[in-house]
């Protein structure tokens, strides 16, 4: 292509009609085209026929391999002239190229030259022919040639094929021999004689390509076990919708279920329909009508989510560390709309999810890439907070935890169950507080939380009732928070649904009574006998009671150095009573009064305490402890009623009394 081309070389000047084309074909919305070029040429290495040969299959190159970039082969279209012309060398290239062609891609190839073939292959690969196609290169070189050419074309397989001659015509005079040894319906052939013919070559093929001519269209989409069309309030599937659109983007005709409208001079109706049955839906054009390349038709159905897609997602839960792909093992394929190359669940079986047609006499199937759709699936999360059991050893909290249960039931608004389970606390995960040492008097009132996960990935829709029971612990009393041991609710799509139950326990106040009683025949029925009671809490640490308390059961205590020890005083009769917290432990001391001849008696034992104290004891129900104090004087005479020797003592002094009155009345007698 050295050749001046009306001010420009041959070769610029195709180089330009097929930037021209690339560019166009590109930027047309309606085209997902892919771009490859072979660059072929021809001549031996040495020698006559091949003598000295030592490269084989060499005539040609992959320019440029399959792209989407039209700038590629903008850059690739402009080769530097290399010898001859070996027609069959960029057939069999090309060839090689086409096999690697996108399954169900439409191929188009567009073969370009100046000139008539000049070499050819043998069968070994080496380039054979003399570089002449005026029929003086031995036994007729340009037959040869062109007959080598014809046979590697034949049965080419593509949609489209072009030949497209540069230059002076008769310099390729047997160019569109290929197009009928290609055996491609409507193949052409253009004789690109200046710059003109040559821009519209390339513009009718540009057009043939977008004319997509095929009939007997129809179109198909069976949904996958993940989704279902949407029906309304009466149970009715909702109507498809068919939109058609121009080139232009905007919107030639819509409806649904069935449209009709102008296209040339045809009246066209579409109908969209829905086999709940086998979950197709199919849009059906007239058997005569030939698809408008500029138009766009779409069939939009609203779909769901079905209970098996939220199934499937939370199998897959643990499958993806990606937050935002959890539950998701689907990729959609490129060009699928908003989720495009990213996870999630496929619409439909790809398989069935296709348009069959008729193009150029032939039937074709087209499958159609696999889009997915993002769930919206909630979480239930069970939060329990306990108050007040700061006091309960390690192995009684776990016993507790063991005790308290919950029932819990999930299902989806159809009613189909999600989950059934009874749990107790000890399945819960402990929230840290920063404060978990059991026991500690820095506790009180320490505030236990507990988290549990019943279920991710949810139906938006479902329905949940969780039921708490078992929380009794012995020595508490205990509320929940409003009063509820149940909760039901609604599980809201993207949400996370935390239901929250609150026990607050506190201790029940138990009876500690301790009585009084003075006995004995020189015992003092007035006396007030003084006692101290020492009183702890379940942990061990000194127990107090408030200033309040102290004032109603008039204690006094002993001061700071004997934190939880207090005093009162008893006389015969009298008790004193109050209330301490359930497993409060006590120990009740009287003081001495041994040295006055008292002998003390605790509870029901009949010998002398001479300690006077009881044994620490733990308050767990009503208590009474009786302080018993005994004086009794026996006389060393051995009378043995002590009534009797007190009236002889008592007789004695009257008689005593007598006498000195009646010698008294004698004296005064004698001196009168």
Not at 108 to 114: E, G, Q, W
Request: net charge negative; with cysteine; glycine share 8%.
């Amino acid at each position: 292509m050295k050749e001046d081309f009306g001010g420009t070389s041959k070769r610029i000047a195709a180089s330009n009609a097929i930037t021209a084309l690339t560019k166009s074909l590109k930027q047309n919305a309606n085209i997902d085209a892919r771009f490859s070029m072979v660059t072929f040429s021809g001549n031996k290495t040495t020698g006559m026929w091949g003598q000295g040969d030592t490269k084989t299959w060499d005539d040609a190159e992959v320019a440029v391999s399959w792209t989407t970039d039209a700038g590629t082969i903008e850059r690739g279209s402009k080769p530097t002239s290399n010898g001859g012309t070996n027609y069959q060398a960029g057939i069999r290239t090309a060839k090689e190229l086409l096999t690697s062609k996108r399954a169900g891609a439409m191929t188009a190839v567009i073969f370009i030259s100046d000139g008539d073939p000049t070499f050819y292959y043998n069968p070994d690969g080496y380039t054979r022919g003399d570089g002449n196609n005026d029929g003086n290169g031995g036994a007729d070189n340009l037959k040869v040639c062109l007959d080598a050419a014809k046979n590697e074309i034949a049965n080419l397989g593509v949609n489209y094929f072009y030949t497209v001659g540069v230059g002076k015509a008769n310099d390729y005079v047997n160019l569109s021999d290929l197009c009928s040894a290609s055996g491609v319906s409507g193949a052409k052939n253009f004789d690109g004689t200046n710059t003109d013919e040559l821009t519209k070559a390339f513009s009718t093929i540009e057009s043939d390509i977008l004319t997509f001519l095929c009939s007997n269209v129809s179109i198909q989409d069976v949904l996958s076990e993940n989704v279902e069309v949407v029906k309304d309030k009466d149970g009715v599937f909702k109507s498809l919708k068919i939109v058609v659109t121009g080139k232009d983007g905007k919107t030639i005709v819509e409806g649904d279920n069935k449209v009709t409208f102008q296209d040339g001079t045809q009246n066209v109706t579409l109908k969209a329909g829905y086999d709940s049955k086998t979950k197709t839906i199919t849009l059906d054009f007239p058997a005569e009508y030939q698809l408008n390349a500029e138009y766009t038709y779409k069939v939009i159905a609203n779909i769901d989510a079905t209970e098996k897609a939220y199934e499937n997602y939370r199998k897959n839960l643990t499958d993806n560390k990606d937050e935002n792909e959890k539950g998701y093992k689907d990729a959609a394929d490129a060009g699928t709309g908003t989720h495009a190359g990213k996870k999630g669940m496929y619409t439909n079986e790809n398989s069935e999810a296709k348009m069959t047609y008729t193009f150029r006499g032939e039937e074709y199937t087209e499958l159609y890439d696999k889009p997915v759709i993002k769930l919206h699936p909630g979480k239930l999360i069970l939060e329990k907070e306990v108050e007040g059991l700061d006091s309960l050893t390690p192995e009684q909290l776990e016993q507790y935890k063991a005790n308290l249960k919950f029932k819990i039931k999930v299902k989806t608004k159809n009613d189909t169950s999600l989950k059934e389970e009874e749990i107790t606390l000890t399945a819960f995960a402990k929230e840290s507080n920063g404060n978990e040492d059991s026991g500690s008097d820095s506790n009180t009132n320490r505030k236990n939380k507990y988290i549990y996960t019943v279920m991710e990935g949810i139906n938006p829709g479902s329905f949940y009732e969780i039921t708490e029971d078992g929380g009794e612990v012995e020595g508490y009393t205990w509320e929940t928070a409003a009063d509820k041991k149940s909760e039901n609710g609604t599980i809201v799509k993207d949400e996370t649904e935390k239901v929250f139950f609150k026990n607050t326990y506190s201790r029940k106040n138990i009876p500690l009574i301790i009585n009084k009683t003075v006995e004995g025949n020189m015992s003092e029925k007035r006396k007030e006998f003084a006692f101290s009671i020492t009183l702890k809490d379940a942990n061990g640490a000194a127990y107090e009671l408030s200033d309040e308390e102290i004032k109603d059961v008039g204690f006094s205590t002993k001061g700071e150095d004997q934190k939880g020890v207090y005093t009162f005083t008893l006389k015969d009769g009298e008790s004193k009573e109050f209330s301490l917290p359930y497993g409060c432990k006590y120990t009740i001391s009287e003081e001495d009064y041994s040295s006055s001849g008292y002998k003390t008696y605790i509870g029901e034992k009949k010998e002398e305490n001479q300690k006077r104290t009881t044994e620490e004891e733990t308050l767990t129900q009503k208590t009474e402890i009786n302080f018993l104090n005994k004086k009794e004087v026996i006389p060393p005479t051995g009378v043995e009623t002590t009534m009797t020797a007190w009236l002889l003592m008592t007789g004695v002094t009257l008689l005593l009394g007598a006498v000195f009155l009646l010698f008294g009345i004698r004296r005064k007698r004698f001196v009168a």
